[in-house]
């Protein structure tokens, strides 16, 4: 059977960031639904964001598209252009390469339920965080400041929800 049980699939939460960077983006949740599925090529999770909290730092890949479609709640889609409301039904995508510094905030009252789709290229992907001194260089740990000085390592990254942190 093909069928994914998403009762069976473990809710993770966490942020392996630095500190303070990890901060606006604990409280987060995701089902990996494509590693559930086996896939190998991309990712797909259904992520949830509580009132108040990022989805990431700003960010943009060299190799990695993202897509983000919101299923529930209000998002504050935030980008070099500018600031944009994503409600249910809407969606966003980041192309690789493309220099947009991007995130979502909830700055709602309500949870925010979002579906998001990314190719994964662990090889050649360089992840560059715009606001703060902050890379993420292809098969690297842990992250790196711009003068290629690492930070220290926050373990564990991610964990089960309800176990401790």
Known sequence: MKKLDLAAISTESGCNYPA???RPCLGATWKRLGNAGGLT???VNL???PPGV???QRHWHSHEDEFVYVLEGELVSITDGGEEVLGPGDCIAFKAGAEDGHHL??????DALVLEVGTRDPEHDRCVYPDIDMVAEPKVEPYLHRTGEAYPVNKPSTWLV???P
Do not use: K
């Not at 905030?105 to 309500?110: G, L």
């Open 20 to 22: 303070p960077f990890d």
């Open 162 to 164: 309800g176990q401790a």
């Open 105 to 110: 905030v909830n700055r709602s009252s309500r």
């Open 47 to 49: 992520s949830r964001l």
């Open 54 to 56: 990022w989805s990431s």
């Open 41 to 43: 090529q991309f990712g």
